[in-house]
Protein backbone atom coordinates (compact mmCIF):
# COMPACT_ATOMS: atom_id res chain seq x y z
CA UNK A 1 0.00 0.00 0.00
CA UNK A 2 1.13 3.45 -1.01
CA UNK A 3 1.95 5.42 1.94
CA UNK A 4 2.11 8.52 0.15
CA UNK A 5 -0.77 10.53 0.45
CA UNK A 6 -2.29 13.17 -1.98
CA UNK A 7 -2.52 16.56 -1.46
CA UNK A 8 -6.36 17.61 -0.75
CA UNK A 9 -7.44 21.01 -1.84
CA UNK A 10 -10.72 22.82 -0.46
CA UNK A 11 -13.88 24.00 -2.10
CA UNK A 12 -13.93 28.01 -2.66
CA UNK A 13 -15.65 29.77 -0.62
CA UNK A 14 -19.62 30.30 -0.81
CA UNK A 15 -20.65 33.92 0.58
CA UNK A 16 -22.04 37.22 -0.73
CA UNK A 17 -21.18 41.09 -0.09
CA UNK A 18 -24.56 40.90 2.30
CA UNK A 19 -23.48 37.95 4.46
CA UNK A 20 -22.72 38.84 7.96
CA UNK A 21 -22.25 35.21 9.51
CA UNK A 22 -20.00 32.52 8.02
CA UNK A 23 -19.71 29.21 9.23
CA UNK A 24 -16.16 27.81 8.73
CA UNK A 25 -15.55 23.72 8.73
CA UNK A 26 -12.40 22.20 8.68
CA UNK A 27 -11.77 20.69 5.76
CA UNK A 28 -14.38 18.79 3.91
CA UNK A 29 -14.78 15.34 3.95
CA UNK A 30 -14.05 12.68 1.23
CA UNK A 31 -17.78 12.19 -0.10
CA UNK A 32 -18.08 16.21 -0.15
CA UNK A 33 -14.99 16.59 -1.82
CA UNK A 34 -16.16 14.26 -4.57
CA UNK A 35 -19.09 15.52 -4.68
CA UNK A 36 -17.43 19.45 -4.89
CA UNK A 37 -20.45 19.83 -2.31
CA UNK A 38 -20.14 21.04 1.82
CA UNK A 39 -21.52 18.94 3.79
CA UNK A 40 -22.42 16.62 0.92
CA UNK A 41 -22.26 13.29 3.30
CA UNK A 42 -25.90 12.33 3.94
CA UNK A 43 -25.84 11.93 7.53
CA UNK A 44 -23.93 15.43 8.37
CA UNK A 45 -26.19 17.25 10.22
CA UNK A 46 -25.47 20.62 8.95
CA UNK A 47 -28.27 20.92 6.19
CA UNK A 48 -30.99 19.70 8.82
CA UNK A 49 -29.76 22.31 11.70
CA UNK A 50 -29.57 25.33 8.89
CA UNK A 51 -32.92 24.58 7.96
CA UNK A 52 -34.05 23.43 11.41
CA UNK A 53 -33.12 27.19 12.75
CA UNK A 54 -34.11 29.59 9.59
CA UNK A 55 -36.89 27.19 8.02
CA UNK A 56 -40.40 28.71 7.88
CA UNK A 57 -42.57 29.09 5.22
CA UNK A 58 -40.83 29.48 1.36
CA UNK A 59 -42.37 32.21 -1.18
CA UNK A 60 -44.20 29.35 -2.82
CA UNK A 61 -46.06 28.97 0.59
CA UNK A 62 -44.46 25.39 1.47
CA UNK A 63 -42.25 24.44 4.56
CA UNK A 64 -38.89 25.04 4.41
CA UNK A 65 -37.70 22.97 7.39
CA UNK A 66 -36.39 20.06 5.39
CA UNK A 67 -33.54 20.55 3.26
CA UNK A 68 -34.01 21.07 -0.53
CA UNK A 69 -32.07 17.66 -2.44
CA UNK A 70 -30.35 20.27 -5.08
CA UNK A 71 -27.31 21.59 -3.64
CA UNK A 72 -27.81 25.12 -5.75
CA UNK A 73 -31.07 25.56 -3.29
CA UNK A 74 -29.60 25.10 0.17
CA UNK A 75 -26.60 27.30 -0.58
CA UNK A 76 -29.18 29.79 -2.01
CA UNK A 77 -31.28 29.18 1.35
CA UNK A 78 -27.65 29.95 3.30
CA UNK A 79 -27.27 32.81 1.46
CA UNK A 80 -30.82 34.36 1.77
CA UNK A 81 -30.69 34.36 5.53
CA UNK A 82 -26.79 35.85 5.43
CA UNK A 83 -24.67 33.05 6.02
CA UNK A 84 -21.63 32.67 3.63
CA UNK A 85 -19.69 28.72 4.08
CA UNK A 86 -15.91 28.42 3.69
CA UNK A 87 -13.08 26.03 5.51
CA UNK A 88 -10.14 27.14 7.30
CA UNK A 89 -8.01 24.73 5.47
CA UNK A 90 -7.20 25.52 1.77
CA UNK A 91 -5.16 22.72 1.27
CA UNK A 92 -3.77 19.25 3.92
CA UNK A 93 -2.99 15.68 3.13
CA UNK A 94 -5.12 13.23 4.98
CA UNK A 95 -6.57 10.13 4.75
CA UNK A 96 -10.18 9.34 5.24
CA UNK A 97 -11.81 12.13 6.53
CA UNK A 98 -11.75 12.59 10.00
CA UNK A 99 -9.81 15.97 11.47
CA UNK A 100 -7.68 13.84 13.80
CA UNK A 101 -5.64 12.31 10.26
CA UNK A 102 -5.08 15.95 9.38
CA UNK A 103 -1.23 16.48 8.02
CA UNK A 104 0.56 19.63 6.89
CA UNK A 105 -2.67 21.77 7.10
CA UNK A 106 -2.42 24.98 4.94
CA UNK A 107 -4.84 27.97 5.89
CA UNK A 108 -7.07 29.35 3.32
CA UNK A 109 -6.03 33.49 2.90
CA UNK A 110 -8.71 34.84 5.28
CA UNK A 111 -7.05 38.41 5.02
CA UNK A 112 -8.06 39.47 1.82
CA UNK A 113 -10.90 37.13 2.52
CA UNK A 114 -12.24 39.78 5.27
CA UNK A 115 -11.22 42.65 3.35
CA UNK A 116 -13.24 41.29 0.67
CA UNK A 117 -16.36 40.80 2.75
CA UNK A 118 -16.28 43.27 5.36
CA UNK A 119 -20.12 43.19 6.15
CA UNK A 120 -18.78 39.25 7.97
CA UNK A 121 -19.03 40.35 11.73
CA UNK A 122 -19.55 36.90 13.01
CA UNK A 123 -17.57 33.54 12.18
CA UNK A 124 -18.77 30.00 13.77
CA UNK A 125 -16.43 27.23 13.76
CA UNK A 126 -18.34 23.61 12.45
CA UNK A 127 -16.32 21.79 15.42
CA UNK A 128 -13.90 22.16 17.61
CA UNK A 129 -10.82 21.09 14.92
CA UNK A 130 -11.72 23.87 12.74
CA UNK A 131 -11.45 26.66 15.87
CA UNK A 132 -8.21 25.46 16.70
CA UNK A 133 -6.84 25.15 13.47
CA UNK A 134 -8.36 28.46 12.87
CA UNK A 135 -6.66 29.80 16.18
CA UNK A 136 -3.56 28.26 15.38
CA UNK A 137 -3.24 29.01 11.56
CA UNK A 138 -5.01 32.16 10.78
CA UNK A 139 -5.99 34.19 14.11
CA UNK A 140 -1.85 35.64 14.47
CA UNK A 141 -1.40 36.54 10.99
CA UNK A 142 -4.73 38.30 11.76
CA UNK A 143 -3.89 39.88 15.00
CA UNK A 144 -0.33 41.23 13.43
CA UNK A 145 -2.27 42.84 10.34
CA UNK A 146 -5.50 44.02 12.38
CA UNK A 147 -7.78 42.75 10.51
CA UNK A 148 -11.25 41.58 11.82
CA UNK A 149 -10.98 42.99 15.22
CA UNK A 150 -14.38 43.62 15.18
CA UNK A 151 -15.25 39.74 14.60
CA UNK A 152 -17.17 37.79 17.01
CA UNK A 153 -16.14 33.97 17.25
CA UNK A 154 -18.20 30.70 18.54
CA UNK A 155 -17.40 27.03 18.37
CA UNK A 156 -20.12 24.66 17.86
CA UNK A 157 -20.11 21.03 17.64
CA UNK A 158 -19.51 19.57 14.63
CA UNK A 159 -22.21 19.08 12.24
CA UNK A 160 -20.48 15.73 11.11
CA UNK A 161 -21.45 11.95 11.67
CA UNK A 162 -18.25 11.44 13.30
CA UNK A 163 -19.61 13.65 16.18
CA UNK A 164 -20.80 11.38 18.56
CA UNK A 165 -24.43 13.79 19.66
CA UNK A 166 -28.12 13.87 18.67
CA UNK A 167 -29.40 16.19 15.84
CA UNK A 168 -31.52 17.59 18.66
CA UNK A 169 -28.85 18.48 21.36
CA UNK A 170 -26.57 19.48 18.36
CA UNK A 171 -29.43 21.88 17.50
CA UNK A 172 -29.83 23.39 21.40
CA UNK A 173 -25.76 24.81 20.39
CA UNK A 174 -26.33 25.82 16.75
CA UNK A 175 -29.37 28.17 17.89
CA UNK A 176 -26.87 30.87 18.33
CA UNK A 177 -26.69 30.95 14.56
CA UNK A 178 -29.84 32.23 14.10
CA UNK A 179 -29.45 34.90 16.91
CA UNK A 180 -29.15 38.23 15.53
CA UNK A 181 -25.41 39.72 15.50
CA UNK A 182 -25.61 42.63 18.52
CA UNK A 183 -23.40 45.64 17.27
Not at 134 to 144: F, G, S
Request: net charge neutral; proline share 7%; aromatic share 10%.
Amino acid sequence: MDMEQDRLLGLPPVIDPSCRTVVLGSMPGALSLSKQEYYGHPRNHFWKLLYAIFGGPSSEGEAQNMPSDRYEARLAFALSHGIGLWDVLAACEREGSLDAHIRKPEANDFASFFNEYPAVRRVFFNGQAASELYRKQVLPRLRALRIGENIAYAALPSSSPARAMALEAKLLSWQELGAKSKE
